[in-house]
């Protein structure tokens, strides 16, 4: 079976017709007799094709056709070298899909084909959502986490109308911050308790905080520490957010980079409102 040439090689053929044709011109415009290294007169090149300058062609310099050929060949392979380097995954046009109603992380075509533009905006969410590696692969974590922030609601937290109030949405383990009903930060991923260890719903108000809280009971440090029912609160993350088979003990896990967020916009008796439940638990 005739295997399809791969990107690269098709490149490189594009180059090497390029130099043929270009080569096929300089030959032709030769007059018979005359040396190839004597440069071909204005009157001789084809019709709408730009003279070679006298002297163009010559022992250690570059025809003018081979230069022309070459630029063809580098605009030709540029794009196709570009999502050559940029692999494919298997969630490709679901993510761009995904990533498209989401919004903000460059311009997209719903195709399921790897192109420049598409692997810059997938790496640029990846990199947002701390997705390793940041290869712009739609692979299944990085399906995941757009399916689950493109399916958030924002309405769906009811969030009050004065006021800031943090919401949880735990059957999409999303989160994001409303202030006096209004959206205040873009949904983000988060992770909630694992079986036995549900996070549960309601309506909740941060009570301590501390920049940096010590958990006596799992021996490790919980950084932006934001307490709002019982020993349960928002603080960063430990471990990689996005192994699905891990959870919390209850607590509501961030991203460093959403932790440091949570806090900064954070005070003492704001409302905490969590919804749905974790699938699985």
């Known amino acids: 079976m005739r295997q399809s040439p ?4 098709l490149a490189a053929s594009l180059a090497a017709a390029g130099m043929l044709a270009a080569a096929g011109v300089l030959l ?16 001789a090149a084809p019709v709408g094709a730009s003279p070679i300058p006298v002297g163009a062609v010559g022992p250690g310099r570059k025809s003018a056709a081979a230069s022309a050929a070459s630029s063809i060949a580098a605009t ?3 794009p196709l070298t570009a999502a050559a380097a940029c692999p494919t995954g298997k969630y490709q046009r679901q993510v761009e899909g995904y990533l498209r109603k989401i919004g903000g992380y460059g311009t997209l075509t719903v ?3 790897q192109s420049a533009a598409d692997c810059a905006a997938i790496k640029k969410f990846q990199q947002r959502f701390g997705i390793v590696p940041a290869s712009g692969a739609a692979g299944p974590t990085t399906y995941d986490v757009a399916k689950r922030i493109a399916s958030t609601d924002i309405a769906a937290c009811k969030a009050r109308s004065s006021g800031t109030t943090f919401c949880v949405d735990l059957t999409h383990q999303t989160s994001w911050i ?17 079986k036995g260890y549900r996070t549960p719903a309601g309506s909740y108000a941060i009570n301590k905080r501390t920049k940096k809280e010590w958990s006596n009971p799992y021996h490790v440090w919980l950084p932006y520490w934001q307490r709002f029912n019982g020993g349960r609160g928002f603080h960063q993350t430990t471990t990689y957010i996005h192994d699905k088979w891990r959870g919390s003990h209850g607590c509501v896990n961030l991203l460093p980079q959403d932790a440091g967020t949570y806090w900064s916009y954070g005070q003492k008796g704001m409302t905490v409102k ?4 974790r699938p699985g638990t």
Do not use: E, I, Q, Y
């Not at 018979?32 to 290294?37: L, V």
């Not at 969590?274 to 439940?277: A, E, M, T, V």
């Open 6 to 9: 791969t990107p690269l090689r």
């Open 28 to 43: 032709a415009a030769t007059p018979a007799g005359a040396s190839s290294a004597t440069a071909p007169s204005a009157a």
């Open 76 to 78: 030709v392979a540029a």
């Open 111 to 113: 195709d399921g084909r």
């Open 178 to 194: 409303m202030r006096n009903g209004h959206r205040l930060t873009t949904p983000t991923v988060v992770r909630s308790g694992k």
């Open 274 to 277: 969590l919804f749905g439940r």
